[in-house]
């Protein structure tokens, strides 16, 4: 089946399953094309959140099955790889736009987004805890100002979030989504 042919539900369960989403991430970061073992090292260090080095030699072997049986030939089926299990070398074929919006984007840069929201949520809830006792320089009279703050922060960490998981947006100003 060529890949012109899938419909967007062949696409999601195609890529419903994060070890061929893994996969044709990684042939997409090799240029297209690589052979087996180096695929499966990094599959297995990503989906056990390690260092390739650092891989066993049975995260290694769980992987390799699954991918040489199960994944490699589905993706091959569908018409995303080419793939030869002899000489053990796949090939990301050439349309690989249409299925750019189902991989997973960021697998090694995932921002701490979740210590920035802790963040700012404990800062506000120290200064309205200091403001409600009237110490230092918050008091009943600024605390809608720091609220105020506090707010226009999480909405630009909002913003921000938004912005670089989003790679189709056209910025002002020459910035660059990523």
């Known amino acids: 089946m060529a890949d ?33 073992a180096p695929l499966v090292e990094q599959v297995a260090a990503w989906e056990n959140d390690t260092d390739p080095d ?3 030699r049975t995260q290694r072997r769980r992987v390799y099955i699954s991918l040489y049986q199960t994944h490699l030939p589905m993706l091959e089926d569908h018409g995303i790889v080419d ?11 050439p349309s690989e736009d249409e299925f750019e919006p189902y ?31 009237a110490v230092g320089p918050l008091t009943a009279a600024t605390a809608p100002a720091v609220t105020l703050g506090l707010c226009a922060v999480v909405l630009s960490l909002s913003v921000v979030q938004h912005v670089s998981r989003r ?6 100003f020459g910035l660059a989504s990523r």
Do not use: M
Not at 5 to 24: G, H, I, K, P, W
Not at 113 to 130: K, P, Q
């Open 54 to 56: 650092d891989v066993t």
């Open 103 to 133: 991989l997973d984007r960021h697998l090694e840069e995932q921002r701490p987004w979740h210590r920035l929201y802790a963040g700012v949520t404990a800062l506000g809830a120290v200064a309205f805890g200091l403001s409600v006792l």
């Open 167 to 172: 790679t189709d947006l056209d910025l002002p």
């Open 4 to 36: 012109s042919e899938l419909t967007q539900a062949e696409l999601f369960d195609v890529f419903s399953n994060a070890r061929r989403r893994r996969a044709v991430q990684y042939l997409k970061r090799q240029g297209g094309t690589c052979d087996l």
């Open 83 to 93: 793939w030869d299990p002899d000489g053990h070398e796949i090939e990301l074929l």
